[in-house]
Structures are given as C-alpha cells and as structure tokens.
C-alpha cells in the first residue's frame, strides 16, 4: 500500500535468457523466447503480488535493459525493476555438487543492485567498464588489463581457446562464455569501481554476496581475511537459512557487537528464486520468498540495510502478524466547518497496522486527529472528553453548560472490515463509541496525572501482571475477597460466627443437591446394568457378525456360481440357436436328396434335443440357486438389521457410561462439599480469639504468597518481554499501616489501669513479631505468642463500651495491609526517579499492555532525549511488533529510530486543517521529518549509527 511501510513480496535474483553463463530460457535473439519469458514473468508476479525484481544477468545488464523497454510498452506495469549484476570474483574455492565425482573450482557470485534511477548507459559507462582485469601478464609486470566490454571478455575468451586447442571444455563454450567463466576479477578491483561509483551516484546500488559462496570459505581457513572482505563490502547477503540469518543479525551465537565490529554492520539476508528456466520464475525452493517491508520503491528496497531485522523476512507467508481485530484500518472526515473560521480539510487516511506517528507544527491538528481516532472507542472517548488539552474539549465542550453546538463527523473502520459513520458532539447529537471495541488513549496531560499518583501507577503495574496471568489475576480476586470477609469478622467475633452459620445454612441444600445426584446416579447405573445384561456382553453381537462373514462367503461363492452358470446357458443357447440355423436350411427342398445329407438331418435333430435338454437343465440349476441367494440376501439383512440394534445398544451403552461417571464426578464434589460444611458445622471454635489470630495468620500468609506469586511473574515478564521492559525491575513486598493497626489500641484501654509503656513495648513487639514473619513466614506461633502478651495485659481493663473484639480487631487490622509492586529504573527506586524517569516507567508498562490499539498523544513530554532515545525507543520498537500505535510527537528519534511503518503531517493553513501521508522511505516525508521535528537530521544519523553504517 503506498505512503506506508507495507510487507510486500520481492524477487531479486530473476535471470533473463541474456544471462550467458546458465541460460535455459531459449534464444536470446529469439522475439519468440522473449514473448514466452515476458508473459510468463507478467503472469506469475501479478499472481503472487511481486511488486520488485532483481533483473540478473552475469557481468552485463542486457537483460535489464530489454526488460525496461518492454516496460515502456505497458508490459510489467506496476512492478519496480532493479538492475542486478552478477560478478564472479576472486578468491577461488573448490566445490563438489551432489552426486558428482569430481571436484569444482568456483569464485565467489557478488551482486550489484542498482537503483532503476540510473539509465544502463550509467550503469554500463561508470561501472561495469570501470572493472578492469588482468589479460595478460608479464613478470616485469607489465600487465595487459581489459574492461568488462562484451568485446573484451569475447576476445579474452578466444584468446584462452586459441592457446588451449586441446581443451574439449573450452572448445564447447562461446567466445563470451568462456571469456566471462574465466575473467580474473578480484575483490580489489571491485571495490575501487563501488567507491568511485559511490561518489559519483551517492545512494545509488547495493552490494549483496552469495550466502553458500561465503559459508564455503572456511571460518578461521587461508581464505578467512578474503571471506570477512566480501562481508564488509556487502550491504546484504543472498541466503534464506535462518542460522545465517540469525548470525548475521547477531542474535543467536555471536553478540550484535562482534558482528559488527567483525563485519562493518549488521547484514540483511535477502533471497530470490534465482530462476534460469521458465518453470522456476518467481517460484524460489520450498517457497522461500523474500519479504520486504516498504513501499516498492528503491529508497523502499534500501531501508533493509538500515533494518536489517525488522524489513525483510524469508518464508513463504507474509511476515505481517495478526493484530486485535480493533486495529484501525482507515479514518476519513468530510470538509466541515468546525468552528468559526477554523475548517477541517477532507481527509481520508488508511492507517497502517504497527507505527503511525503523527508529526507537524504547534497546533497544527496532531491531537485533533487523536481525538477523533479515539473517539471510536469507549474508553478512548472518555479520555479524550476528560482531558483538559482535548481537541474535542476545546471545540465541543463537555457538560450541560459547556456545549458549543459544534459536532465532527468522520468515519473509522477497524480491521474486522466494519466501517462506522460517527458524530460527537452534543449527546443526543453523538454516534455513541463502537461497543466492545478496545484501545488505550493516553492524552498529553494523562502521564503525569498518574505518574504524579503512587496508587494509579499501582494500578497500572497490577493491570500489566494481571492481563499476562489470567490465573493470578483470579488468585488475586479470591484473596481479595477473602481479605474482605476477614476485615468484615475482625469488627466482631460474633460476625465471624455469623459467617459460619450462613456457610452452615448451605447444609440441607448441599445435603438435597448430594441425595437427589446418589438418586440419579443409582438409576443411571441400574439402567445401565439392565442394558449391558441385555447385550449378553458383547457375545450376542460377535454370534451376529460370526453369521453374517460366513453367509457372505456363501453369499459370495453362490454368486460366482450363478456367473458361470450364466455363461453356460448363453452357450448352450448360442449352439442351440446355430444348430436350429443348420436344420432349418438342411430341412429344405434341395437338401432333401442323397442318404448322407438325410442322415446328417437325423443327427442334427438329436443334437437340437439334446442341447435343449441341457439347457433347460441349466435354467433349472439357475432358478434353484437364485432362490437359495435371495434366501442368503433376505438373511443378511435381517442379521444387519440386528447389528444395527445391538450397535446402538452399545452406543447407549457408552452414552449411559459418561452420564455414570459424569454423575459419579459431580456426587463426589458434592460429597466433599457437603463434607466441608458438616465439619464446619460440627466442629465448634472453642476459642474466638485463636480464630481471629488464626485468620489474621492466614492473611498474612495470603499477602505473602501473593507477593510470591507476584514477584515470579513479574521476573518472567521482565525477561521475556526484555525489549519494552529493559532497564525495568520490580520489588514486591508486603506493607501495613501501623497507624491503623494497633495505633487506636492505647485509646481502647483504661489507662489508669493499664502500664503505656509496657502496652506501647508489647505493641511495639507485635509490629517487629509480625515484620519477621511477613519475611519469612516462620514465626508464627512467636507472634502469636506477642499478641497473647497483649491481650493479657489489657484484659479487662477496657474503657467504658470497648470489648476484647473491638480491641483485637484494632491490633489485627488487615485493612491496613497492601500488596506494594516498587517498580526501579536502572536499579533507581521509582520514589527516587524524577517526573521523566516515572513516565518512562508507565510507558514502557503500558506498551507491554495488551495486544490492542494504543494511542499516544506527544509521550515525550517532560522526558530529555537519553531517555527517549535509550528506553521509548526500543520499547516502542518491540511493542509494534504485536499491537497498532498511533503516536504524535515533536521527537524525531518517535518517528525515525523506531522505523514508523506510516508518517502523517498535519499542516494548518491560516484556518483550515489537512493531512497527508509517507513513509520513511520517501525523500519528501524524510525532509518534511528532518525539519518539522525537533533533532531530525540527528534521529537520522542516529538511526545509522545503530548499525555502525554509513549509508548515502
């Protein structure tokens, strides 16, 4: 799609029947070979949607060039052709192909991609007849040197054959395949033609070497220092096996920084069919097709050195995840009017599935265009109506006394494919937000709204946890629930005993629910009984089968029987009727003479009896065991028809089976149930202060096996998401207000009666006491033993309407405890991070968060570049990959250092509002990037520098 960065299919290693060295396509000079070729190209990359092809052709751009004029006459419109040169250069390297004997001595394949910008006459003049090679030489080095000239590799190829008569190799190759089979290229060479080209056309080619060329140059070998030369020289390599990949990358094995302090920079792997014959064209092996983020463009095909990772993948499909279905596909707006003076230009915007960073000038319309965006979704709407820097707050306004009259009207389609037409305004006047639909808006001032609140970012931390861990989330739920039941039996014993008895009250109603399924699951097992007895286990049916093999067997000879017999009768008749031919002619007037022809009838006559005896016979032998089948048939059946019976009381079998032990499942929960509550109700707590304490235990081991459980996930969730958590730590820990628990006990007690200092020391002890045990969960029946303390040295001695309860539940207050998620940046304690460093830490949480659209309204707000740079950056990187951002922004580094797939430019003119669209690989948009944004050219060189690449 353009003005995006789209993965797109591209094939950039396409021969033509002008490659010399391995054509079998047909004649070159052939209109014939050329007719064929072109359509079955045309054909098969509108089949596959190939937007981008390497022409390849050996040492020339022959092939290139037809192809580029077939283009000019409507042919292959809409796909970008690139010129790909192939060179064979030195070092040497020795090859043995599967199944062959002898041993090859090949060079190394090096491409030249060449932006289709140039015209071949540049390409041809300022390169390919820069490439000098030794012709002949001498030892005073005297050296004969040509140029890569069809001319000269023709006359070289002679040459070698004039001094090689007696080579039968060389006689059976052309003049030019020999000459380009043995033209002495070497890497020096090669690379002083790529500098001086680079000057003179900065921008303007790409080197790409044979991955299995490379891999045949032993690592650490004679040829290790030539190999690592061929890598530098290279942008990219041609090799669809993930281990190159992955090594090249630096991700698996080697460090990203040895790679390229070993190799210049990190290095794409490219792929291509590199087709020869007409059946291969487009159709690499094992549909290994290469996969490019951009658009088709050659600044397009460039961005794959400058994201080696991220824009370009080798597979067969494309590479594009699945994203929530709330994904926003496109957003348009009619020319309205929505305020005076102040107009909103027509737009319409397909947005792209990962980045899209919305960049212009101070109030040039960025948040208006989130807001709108947001608009569609619930919570998005409500963020953008509450927040004092809304665009819709502004012009609309909010609340009864605050609306303007004014409404915008746009339409948002998602990328389930359903497009919404929405007014928002006034109420009765809005189309309400798209039900169901999940985003997240962040408006400018909504970062430090929480960031400034310890208990929101609380929040967030726990929403990040709870949406990887569904079963923690529902751990946590139950223990808060628990919490809440213990707080609420802490007020009063007599509470707690009220607890019991409505859990007790459940008794007869668990007691009816286990007799009613020992009920059903008695019939069932009876029922099932009565069947299985019925069945005669299974004998009954094997009899049934046994009988019906063996009357088809009969069944089955009988009729093989009747087939030969019906072959007999046809016989028989056919003699019959031939006979009775015979007799009919002997029978006439002229036939009648002489005693021979007489006795001749007499005979014939006998034979007619006798064949027609035989053959009645034979209808009779038929007839007899056509009944005897139709006997054998009508018992088969009637055994089928009994199968059928005994096959479906073996299917209520297993059905009734299930119902038994489903049932059986289901009475023993109940049982246990039951179980549960009678031991509840039979066992009496003879002591309601050990009750208290022993729930105020189990609250305190809640808390910490939360705070385990907490901790581990968090851990885990670090690791495993290490590009948008980098730098992110979490401590979890258990805490307790002492102020609430146990700081109303000295009030509860008559103090004329009670020793304070002693009470405050025992207090004191319970708050240590408990502390321990928090950490380790060991010490118990110690801080039990504290409280004792406790309630020994004040029993009694209560002022006026306090009881033993209203004290223990002020000292074993478990309302006073929190679960507290400390998150630290670089190891600095988010209490101790400033305003910035506390944003960095919500961001990166809540990129982490969710799989659904995520809207970002100028995060870097209050943040200095280091932190932008070292931790959004990467963060945002990695959460494109699996969720939709939408982010305005003055920082160059937003749009540029994370690879924004989709760049739209707000632009307000005197009053009227537009927007357009690019990509980063469109000069424009880069331009338009470099100036709007504060450090845009920076950003960019930033963004080669991430690789150690200079790139024109």
Excluded at 529 to 550: C, F, M, P, Y
Excluded at 700 to 722: A, D, I, K
Excluded at 870 to 879: C, M, Q, S, T, Y
């Amino acid at each position: 799609m353009a003005n995006m960065s789209t993965w797109h299919r591209w094939d950039l290693h396409v021969h033509t029947p002008c490659s010399v060295l391995n054509n079998q396509f047909g004649d070159p000079d052939s209109e014939a070979t050329w007719d064929t070729y072109i359509s079955t190209l045309e054909e098969r990359a509108r089949r596959l949607e190939v937007v981008g092809l390497g022409i390849t052709d050996y040492f020339s751009i022959d092939g290139y060039r037809r192809l580029r004029q077939e283009q000019s006459r409507d042919h292959l419109g809409g796909i970008l052709l690139v010129p790909n040169v192939e060179l064979r250069i030195s070092p040497l390297f020795v090859t043995r192909s599967e199944g062959a004997s002898a041993q090859q001595v090949r060079r190394v394949n090096f491409h030249i991609l060449f932006s289709p910008a140039l015209t071949p006459e540049q390409i041809e003049q300022d390169f390919l007849w820069k490439l000098e090679f030794c012709y002949s030489a001498s030892p005073s080095g005297q050296n004969v040197t040509r140029c890569l000239r069809r001319a000269d590799m023709e006359q070289y190829g002679n040459s070698i054959r004039q001094r090689n008569q007696n080579s039968v190799a060389f006689q059976s190759q052309s003049d030019l395949q020999l000459g380009m089979n043995e033209v002495p290229l070497d890497l020096t060479s090669v690379s002083e033609a790529l500098r001086n080209f680079s000057l003179q056309y900065p921008g303007s080619h790409l080197t790409v070497v044979a991955g299995s060329d490379v891999s045949s140059l032993p690592y650490g070998g004679q040829a290790h220092a030539s190999r690592t030369t061929l890598l530098q020289m290279s942008h990219a390599v041609f090799s669809s096996n993930c281990s190159d990949r992955d090594h090249y990358l630096g991700i698996r094995g080697d460090e990203a920084a040895a790679v390229t302090d070993e190799l210049g920079s990190l290095k794409p792997c490219l792929w291509g069919s590199d087709a020869h014959r007409l059946d291969k064209l487009l159709l690499p092996d094992d549909n290994r097709y290469c996969w490019i983020k951009s658009e088709p463009t050659w600044d397009g095909l460039r961005q794959v050195v400058l994201e080696p990772e991220d824009r370009v993948a080798v597979q067969d499909l494309c590479p594009e995840p699945t994203k929530s279905i709330y994904t926003v596909g496109n957003v348009s707006a009619p020319q309205q009017e929505i305020a005076p003076g102040f107009t909103l230009a027509g737009t319409a915007l397909p947005l792209s599935p990962g980045l899209v960073a919305v960049v212009g000038g101070r109030g040039s319309g960025k948040t208006a265009l989130l807001d709108i965006i947001a608009s569609t979704f619930p919570e998005g709407r409500k963020a953008a109506e509450s927040s004092p820097g809304s665009f819709l707050k502004r012009i609309i306004g909010t609340g009864p006394a605050n609306w303007t009259g004014t409404v915008i009207r746009s339409r948002i389609s998602l990328a389930d494919g359903q497009a919404i037409d929405y007014v928002i305004g006034k109420p009765d006047e809005s189309t309400p937000p798209r039900e169901g639909a999940t985003a997240n808006y962040l408006p400018q001032d909504r970062l430090d709204q929480i960031t400034g609140n310890p208990v929101q970012l609380q929040d967030q931390i726990r929403d990040l946890v709870f949406e990887q861990n569904v079963d923690l989330r529902s751990s946590f739920d139950e223990a808060i629930r628990c919490l809440s039941s213990i707080d609420s039996k802490q007020h009063s014993i007599c509470g707690e005993l009220d607890t019991l008895r409505e859990r007790v009250a459940l008794v007869p109603e668990k007691d009816a629910i286990f007799r009613q399924l020992q009920g059903e699951l008695a019939d069932i097992a009876q029922r099932l009984l009565q069947v299985q007895s019925a069945t005669g286990e299974d004998s009954k049916l094997q009899e049934i089968l046994k009988r019906r093999d063996a009357l088809s067997n009969s069944r089955t000879l009988l009729q093989s029987f009747l087939y030969s017999v019906s072959l007999a009768v046809n016989s028989a008749q056919q003699a019959l009727d031939s006979l009775q031919t015979v007799s009919a002619d002997s029978l006439g007037p002229v036939n009648q003479d002489g005693e021979d022809t007489r006795l001749a009838v007499s005979q014939l006559g006998e034979a007619i009896k006798s064949v027609s005896a035989f053959l009645a016979q034979l209808n009779s032998v038929s007839a007899s065991r056509n009944t005897s089948l139709s006997s054998i048939e009508q018992q088969i059946d009637e055994l089928n028809k009994q199968q059928e019976q005994y096959e479906g009381t073996q299917q209520q079998i297993l059905q009734l089976a299930a119902r038994k032990s489903e049932l059986a499942t289901r009475a023993d929960s109940a049982q246990q149930d039951l179980l549960q509550l009678q031991q509840i109700q039979q066992t009496v707590i003879p002591d309601k202060v050990n009750a208290l304490l022993a729930e105020f235990e189990n609250t305190v081991l809640q808390y910490r096996s939360m705070s385990s459980l907490f901790r581990s996930e968090l851990n885990t969730m670090s690791t495993r998401w290490s590009g948008l958590l980098e730098g992110l730590r979490f401590d979890v820990s258990v805490r307790w207000n002492k102020a609430e628990m146990g700081g109303q006990c000295a009030d509860d007690v008559n103090k004329s009666r009670v020793n304070e200092s002693l009470l405050e020391t025992c207090l004191d002890d319970v708050n240590n006491g408990l502390a321990e045990h928090v950490s380790d969960g060991n010490h118990s029946s110690e801080l039990r033993a504290l409280v004792w303390n406790v309630i020994r040295l004040v029993d009694g001695h209560f002022r006026k309407g306090v009881t033993l309860s209203t004290f223990l539940s002020h000292l074993l207050a478990t309302n006073a405890f929190s679960l507290w998620l400390e998150p630290a940046l670089d190891g600095v304690p988010l209490a101790q991070l400033s305003m910035g460093g506390r944003a960095v830490v919500l961001l990166k949480i809540v990129l982490a968060q969710g799989d659904y659209p995520l809207i970002l309204d100028q995060p870097e707000q209050g943040l200095d570049n280091s932190y932008v740079f070292g931790k959004l950056v990467p963060a945002i990187r990695e959460a494109k990959r699996r969720r939709q951002i939408i982010i305005a922004t003055h920082n160059a580094n937003l749009v540029v250092n994370t690879d924004a797939e989709q760049i739209i430019i707000a632009r307000r003119d005197g009053g009227t509002m537009s927007y357009s669209m690019g990509s980063l690989e469109d000069s424009t948009t880069r331009h338009q990037v470099a100036t709007l944004l504060e450090g845009g050219m920076e950003a960019f060189r930033k963004r080669e520098q991430r690789y150690e690449l200079k790139f024109d």
